[in-house]
């Protein structure tokens, strides 16, 4: 594949053109938190009813786990919009929560048994019950302990108006999604090369219960009795403990084209793995997992970037995207920031907003194996030892410090934010940028810096410090009353939801067997 614009060429069009464009992103955020019963324990009740129904709620879903609540908030192009969404859902959720709390961290703590991990249930629907078969063959492939860490889903769409725009000065003959797609992509890659930054400045997993590894070798050092840590770890949600997950490392997924991208999904959901096939699909009248393919639907691909187009009901994804090219981008780098009662900061979301026009801004030539390579092992040096002082990245076949990689990539991400302040007549994503610039040369002030940092001084591990801030927020929001709109539409979707989901339960006509035959059918 041949790219064929240049960052250069078009410099005129972003010094010039571009920030009157640039006020019409769309954003959405996507925020995991485990439901935690008072003794700290994964929650073992059912979804509270009064937060409807998990499989049509646009707002509050749940993800792998009953216990692990997922809040949506809808695309907008308000600036602020989404963390004024996502603070409403918490406000919402925290008045229906009957003595639990939401556990304020990524990583879970109080491990058990692992099957004493609720799997997601979403009814007796076709689609429904594919949800829950589909996390039963999770835990059988990755173990259930994975599927219970928390994160951040950022959301990013660039206006059709900036499309049409760069497509004319491009002087492209392609389709305006044709050339979006193309373009999506390069911005991914771009993300994809540098994504290293995001767990060095906003990694907040450094340290973990020990009851997480479950009694599996570690080479973590102990940072107090019964709390296990990387020295200068950053994101251990993203290491090799986490969903960085060896069984996919064989897996080989080209985000060159959007046609080679989904080829390569297409191939591993339509290939059958002998291991899984030993795990068995169908046993003794129940299902383990959807199928015996590497993977079973394309959400199982875990990466920290994806590109997504909203799907019709019914619909793969993969369907969705070649048949309607790309829509928006999904970060999915992020971990739950505990020092925010949500999670996510407005300064992190103003950084992820440059970072990706950057991305967007620059050459995007395609990847090659051995980039594919260094990228993978940067990420992976970032993530279990970001806050070495002394750490080297690769580029080019030669190592070079994390600090002077870091420094160059904020003289881009400056321009960006110039481009985003003057569109929004503001200073915010200037200083957000320099704050963040700041901390490359000083690892301690980094989040994962701070929480090493704060159990280091409590003395008493990584739970009581979890516990603490988790109870806090709930202490916060339940001093607050929540506006009476906010909670009607709340409540009324809530109510909704419980009627479609009766609806679709009615409607079903197939067998399941007959309903997944017709999923995969094309």
């Known amino acids: 594949m041949t790219i064929t614009y240049s960052s250069e060429k078009e410099q005129q069009f972003w010094n010039e053109n571009a920030a009157q464009y640039l006020n019409g992103i769309l954003r959405g955020l996507e925020k995991e938190s485990l439901r935690i019963s008072p003794d700290g324990h994964i929650a073992q009740t059912p979804h509270p009813n009064s937060l409807g129904a998990t499989l049509t709620n646009q707002y509050i879903t749940t993800d792998y786990s009953e216990a692990l609540l997922e809040f949506i908030t809808p695309p907008t192009d308000q600036l602020h919009k989404p963390l004024e969404w996502l603070t409403d859902i918490h406000h919402f959720v925290y008045q229906n929560l009957d003595n639990e709390l939401l556990w304020a961290t990524s990583m879970p703590c109080v491990m058990g048994n692992e099957l004493d991990i609720p799997l997601a249930y979403f009814g007796n629907s076709n689609s429904g019950r594919m949800k829950t078969i589909y996390r039963e063959g999770l835990g059988h492939r990755y173990g259930r302990f994975m599927q219970t860490i928390a994160g951040v ?45 995001i767990p060095y400045l906003f990694g907040a997993s450094p340290a973990l219960c020990e009851s997480f590894l ?48 989904i080829k390569d999904l297409e191939s591993a959901i339509r290939t059958e793995d002998p291991y899984y096939k030993s795990v068995g699909v169908k046993v003794d009248g129940n299902y383990k997992q959807l199928n015996a393919n590497v993977l079973q639907i394309e959400n199982e691909f875990y990466s920290n970037v994806r590109p997504k187009r909203t799907s019709q009901s019914g619909e793969r994804p993969t369907k969705a995207l070649r048949q309607r090219g790309v829509e928006y981008i999904e970060v999915r780098a992020l971990d739950l920031n505990p020092l925010s009662s949500i999670g996510v900061t407005q300064a992190q979301l103003n950084f992820l907003d440059a970072f990706m026009l950057h991305s967007l801004m620059q050459d995007s030539p395609c990847i090659t194996e051995r980039e594919e390579a260094e990228t993978k092992e940067n990420f992976t040096r970032v993530v279990k030892e970001g806050r070495d002082p002394q750490l080297h990245l690769l580029k080019e076949n030669k190592l070079i410090s994390l600090k002077a990689m870091a420094q160059d990539l904020f003289s881009g991400f400056s321009v960006a934010a110039t481009l985003l302040d003057q569109a929004y007549q503001t200073s915010d994503f200037s200083t957000t940028v320099e704050q963040q610039r700041s901390l490359i040369d000083h690892p301690e002030q980094t989040l994962s810096g701070q929480i090493v940092a704060a159990i280091e001084k409590r003395q008493d591990g990584f739970f009581p410090y979890a516990y603490e801030l988790s109870e806090q927020y709930l202490n916060t929001f339940s001093k607050r009353p929540l506006n009476d709109e906010v909670h009607h539409l709340f409540r009324q979707e809530a109510e909704q939801s419980h009627e479609k989901k009766q609806a679709i339960e009615q409607q079903d006509s197939l067998s399941f067997e007959a309903f997944l035959a017709s999923y995969f059918a094309d």
């Open 153 to 197: 889903h950022y959301n990013f769409s660039l206006p059709d108006s900036l499309w049409q725009a760069l497509k004319q000065f491009e002087n492209s003959d392609q389709s305006l999604q044709d050339f979006k797609s193309e373009r999506y992509m390069g911005m991914l890659r771009n993300f994809q090369r540098n994504s290293w930054i």
């Open 214 to 261: 479950n009694g599996r070798p570690t080479q973590l050092k102990t940072l107090v009795p019964g709390t296990r840590y990387g020295q200068y770890a950053t994101s251990l949600r993203m290491s090799d403990l986490g969903y960085q997950n060896n069984v996919q490392s064989r897996l080989k997924v080209s985000t060159n084209s959007l046609d080679q991208y």
